[in-house]
């Protein structure tokens, strides 16, 4: 498994034991198959994944892929589990670390209001289903 920003900020959103279990059933690969940062133990997932909750946000650097680097943030209401994450990738040479970090509270803030603005779809708000049921704002 790849630790990509996407992942560990999924992961950030879930219990330790919760996500733990799921990267020890996925497995973990090796810095060969992905990048020159990617963690190799579960103890270095766990480190990356608090991290991340400290921040609010993710960072990778050459974490999946070498010469890759990527933010990401959680989409989600308070108290509700994500509805997705909001990611931005660029190369390494012009996406640096310090570069994200500025970067990062606005990207938390914007995620922030992604998710208010989706509490307004009838897709994610199941109170505007009958019997409760999420379905696509397509379906019947």
Known sequence: MALSPTTRTTLSTMGDDEGMALVARQGLGSRDEFGPNAPETLAEVLAAVQATRAHGFAISVD?????????S????????PALGVLTVAGPTARFSRERM???????????AQLAA?????PFFNPSQHAGGERKP???D
């Not at 970090?101 to 995620?111: D, I, K, Q, T």
């Open 63 to 71: 974490t999946y892929t070498a010469g890759l680097s990527a933010i």
């Open 73 to 80: 943030a959680p989409v989600r209401l308070a108290g509700q």
């Open 137 to 139: 704002i397509y379906a």
């Open 117 to 121: 603005a989706s509490g307004a779809s």
């Open 101 to 111: 970090e500025a970067l990062g509270p606005e990207l938390v803030a914007f995620a």
